[in-house]
């Protein structure tokens, strides 16, 4: 017997990349905000494409297998990319969408406005301190300079540090279309201190005490 949407356990993919482990989709479970955003996805394609959506799971054994093959894949998807995803499928086409073009659309989401892997070295290569408040053209250019190194990045000639800038570059494309948010770093106000005047009395022995070190 199928295992309802809801039975499947909710854990979240940051826990295993935040361990430094490669994350495989298959060993992944669900978040409750995955089976929400699943749900509503079906939901929304029921609407748009009644006749199509209604040959392609006819009953609602197949529909419930559908919504766990979906949710499967796009496990490593953001709940928020696969509602927007959706969204955008529905409007381009005029065909039931399949998992893997919602898989293509999320990814799309998630590296909007990231530069080519080329420019984003140079943009690196270039820059200066404070790097963390620089004006990037996207937070992963500074991430991925950073986990380059920036003295490596500067020392060493670009047949050394391209692919190594490349590798963590691809790394972190991989990481926000899994869902993760990269931001730069927050400036620290500087807090102001007041000085409190000494007293009269304190200034006195304070004097006293200096007078007394340098034996005057």
């Given amino acids: 017997m199928a295992k309802k949407i809801s039975d499947l356990a909710p854990t979240s993919p940051s826990e295993l990349a935040d361990q430094g482990i490669v994350i495989d989709r298959q060993a992944l479970k669900p978040t409750k905000d995955h089976i929400d955003a699943v749900s509503h996805l079906f939901t ?22 559908a919504k766990q093959l979906w949710l499967r894949l796009l496990v ?57 408040f620089a004006s990037w053209s996207h937070p992963i ?13 500067n020392g060493q000639p670009e047949s050394m540090t391209f692919p190594v800038f490349e590798h963590n570059y691809q790394l972190l494309l991989d990481r926000l279309k899994q869902g993760e948010d990269l931001t730069l770093p927050v400036a620290k106000a500087i807090e102001k201190t007041t000085s409190k005047p000494l007293s009269p009395a304190e200034q006195q022995k304070r004097m006293a005490a200096l007078r007394k070190q340098l034996d005057i």
């Fill in 76 to 132: 490593d998807q953001s709940p928020e990319h696969i509602a927007k995803a959706g969204r955008q499928a529905i409007c381009d086409n005029t065909f039931l969408p399949t998992p893997h073009s919602i898989r293509e659309y999320c990814e799309s989401l998630a590296t909007h406005g990231t530069p080519e892997v080329k420019g984003a070295f140079i943009e690196a290569c270039l820059s200066h301190e404070p790097r963390q």
């Fill in 44 to 65: 929304e394609l029921e609407l748009a494409y009644h006749n199509q959506f209604h040959k392609a799971f006819p009953d609602h054994q197949s529909l419930t297998m």
């Fill in 141 to 153: 250019v500074y991430h991925a300079g950073k986990a380059t190194g920036w003295f490596f990045l």
